[in-house]
């Protein structure tokens, strides 16, 4: 259940960096301002590109723990299994 906390925050960094490209989408494209603002949009750009990757990045890591701890538990489910024998030998044996 730990890697449910890490999903959850990579979810959130996803929606909070696509919420950044709005705004920069939406200071760009306002026709009620007299000038685009480029720099600002630029500045925004990156820092939701970083949250945006740093959200997927969590996401990964999420996925990849979730898949270690089946093939772990999956595993230890078949080492403690005990080998069984067939009942009847195999026709080429008899």
């Not at 950044?20 to 306002?30: D, E, P, R």
């Amino acid at each position: 259940m730990r890697f449910w906390f890490r999903e959850v925050a990579g979810w959130l960094l996803v929606a909070l960096g696509l919420y950044m490209f709005l705004v920069v989408a939406l200071q760009l494209l306002n026709p009620a301002i007299d000038w685009p603002r480029y720099f600002e949009a630029s500045g925004w750009t990156v820092i939701g590109f970083i949250v945006f990757r740093g959200g997927i990045h969590l996401l990964k890591v999420a996925v990849a723990a979730r898949v270690c701890m089946r093939a772990q538990a999956e595993l230890n489910r078949q080492t403690q299994a005990p080998a069984r024998r067939a009942s009847r030998p195999a026709p080429w044996e008899e």
